[in-house]
């Protein structure tokens, strides 16, 4: 099998600021094969997305590529290539794939112009040639009523299928090698499934090369033939996908396929990669935590319940019409003290509308919430007021829900200010630094800007913000989906440990199934705005009863073993 | 964790370092921006300098007549009398025999008294420059200083009715923007109200009501110039409510209104700002249009616009000085003061994800 694609001593950085320059892809080598996959692998910042985007060269303006870098094609440097030479090139022989379909489609133009426009600009067919042919493609990527969808825009058409014409364009040249950047990451998990088998299809018929950006090693065991491990831009393992994942020789590889929450085992903490980069244990091995985490007991009595909870959302259609939107039907459930709650669901099944309802951040449209003897939702705002700091939310994108504006310390202290925790503001501070401690960041966090941290350092400040409040319930809206893997598996450890410290009780809304059959005790599976089905998480898993959930289960992508 | 919390004493926790405030990072960007600094420094000077006329330090005296009437500047030389050149005047002037009237005029007796009263009376009419550093007015007054002690009116003119402007605007938009539903429907009447009728007609109703003034100038160009500000806050103050880090602060018992003015107002000043610097030069020039058209500052006062007008008569005469210095004043300013604001709004408004 020869190379279609060799990279070679990859450079690239980035000019910032006059002065500035950032190194994002340190001399990287790798190959892509002839009619194989070849994963590249790593979290945010690794600089996988460069490397590829590299090799067609659609690299922002302020990006220097090193001079000795080598991207050969067809017994060409495409780096040394005229712009009109690799013009030619994106889009017929390499052509790519975005993550978010949204965004990567016009929104103006119809899907079916959008594809044709490739076709034309490439292969200058005729317009009757090029409407059977954008047909031909429509139906080849699986979107159904081709025929009335060509004309559609892109909003009236889901993510899943708006993925599906996007690789429509990308394949409508019969390029050699597609690169897929992340083309699952935005979609729920179901659609994921159906994206990764067309991707898998059209490989095997068409015979190109596939080279797939992902941070998910789930997704890549299932998908590739070669794995490129990526981190801080350089290689750090590169080869088949089955010794990748049998055998990984970097340490790197290893936290990274061990800090991801398994389906099989549930020990007491998460490994993180420090385990692994800077081993504790005996002769240089990570102490990995065997002991498997317990179910709590359940108490008679619930902490919290809800009672028929609704909300409608009226939309106006016309002068007078309005349609009635149910985002959440009916759901009525308990919830006993220091025990998790999972909801899980895909996108539009309501279960971010029920954590909302549930602290009355969003007005229920009927339904009650019984919390210490009272119905919170009756309460007037006045008496919510010593309810709220009861009932606590983290929310889903730690770069939004921090104030850009406010200084870590005031961001800890405003709640206590509020609700007229500690004695002084000096009180009031020294708690803010004990928090800061105990969600382990450095003192000198209390008077930066949240810009200055990372995704998971903001997460652990969103956290430090609600422990002064010593909330009873805390809600986690996706709190740790926007997160990389391995600050996923530190931001677990620490909600567990927070958990068991402080008696908390939690309502784990997610995605992420590996991640709330890790969290949670009891589950709530979703769809539509209904509960489709209940019980305990091990029960769920185990033996699911709703068609849905066996649905959204066997989605889960289950990395190289189940592919094998 | 109480336990674990308090045992944390104040004392024992060593004060980290302030990091660089967003306004301390703001100032480094502008510090790299050379077209940003030069226009600061512009500004700046003439910030300065309108605080020096305000004190009297500069250009106390501008309407005291130090030259002759229409007085060239330096740089041009005197005015060479006509005297000579003029064939007409040289004519009166070698025709006119001076004619005795004293036998007919009955007040002629009386001429010698007055001339011995007037004598006793001391006139000291101080001689009169040919020319001025940028010439005079039809009075003799120094152009120079005039368009100083103007700039100061001007000025404080446009800034002060930017900052009522700012202040309607942004408590207007940041009420419809935040509350939204029927408080909203109603400040979104009041807006389009103010704006279906023309700028001008409306400057012109306020006029005739409230009379000349500065203070006048400064409520009527504040009245009418908020619509804009309101508009633009009203939109990020809706893009904002919904923000998670918004959300977060409902979900700690913040109230409203800490919401609207400390969580939410901080992350769109830099609009606001923005907004305000061209609401300064746009009402600025807003001035001297109203002036020029003699609804500004009083007669006793001078600014860019008052100096423009009169400048329109003198100019038929071929003394264009008074123009040239209120133009060069204004357009410098202006200038610089809209590029000191585009390297603001760069400064201020980073990506700072």
Redesign the interface.
Known sequence: MSNLVSVRDLRVSFRL??TRVVEAVKGVSFDVPENGTVALVGESGSGKSVSAMSIVRLLPENAIVGEASRVEFGGRNLLAEPVDVLRAIRGKDISVVFQEPMTSLNPVFTVGDQIAEVLQLHLGLSRKQTADRVLELMNEVGIPHAKERVNAYPHELSGGQQQRVMIAIAIACEPKLLIADEPTTALDVTVQRQILDLIAKLQAKHRMSVLFISHDLGVVGEIADRVVVMRDGQVRESGDVATIFAAPQDAYTKALLACRPRLDVKPKRLPVIDDFMKPAGANGLPIVVTEQRVARATEETPLIEAIGLRKEYRLKTGLFARKTVEAVKEASFRIARGRTLGVVGESGSGKTTVGMLL?R?IDATAGQVMYDGRDLLSLTAAEM?AY??KI??I???P?????????VGQILT??MK??GIGASD??R???A???I??VGLP???????P??FSGGQRQRI?IA??????PEILICDESVSALDVSVQATVLNLLLDLQD??GMTYVFISHDLAVVKYMADDMLVMSKGEIVERGLSEAIYENPQHDYTKKLLGSIPRGYQAAA | ?SA???????AA??M????P??WKAAWRRLK?DRVGMVSLVIVLAFLLLIIAAALRLVAADWQKEVGVPNAPPTFMGPRVEAVTNDPLSAMVAKDAKPVDLSDIDPLAPKYKEWEERAAKIQISDPPKADTLPFGGDRLGRDVLAKAIKGAEISIFVGMFAAVVATLIGTLLGALGGYIGGKVGDFLEWVYNVFTSIPDILLIFAFAAVFGRGITTVVLILGLVGWTGMYRQVRAEYIKHRS???V????????SHFQRMFV?IL??V?HVVLVRMSLLVVGFIKAEVILSFLGLGVPVDQVSWGTMLSEAQAELVLGHWWQLAAATLFMATFVTAFALFTDALRDALDPK??
């Open positions: 600021g006059k602290m951040l007021m709220r700091r606590q939310i929310f889903q994108n770069y939004a829900s921090l104030n850009p504006r406010f200084t405003e709640p509020i609700h000096d009180d501070f020294s708690q630094v004990a928090s401690k105990r003192v000198d966090a209390i008077h930066k800007y810009h200055e969103a913000r609600i422990l002064s409040m010593k410290e402080f | 964790m674990d919390l308090t045992a944390v004493s104040a926790v060593p980290p370092e302030r990091s405030g967003v790299n923000r998670e880090y959300r977060a602060a409902e979900a700690i018992g913040v969580h901080p992350n000043s700072l994800r």
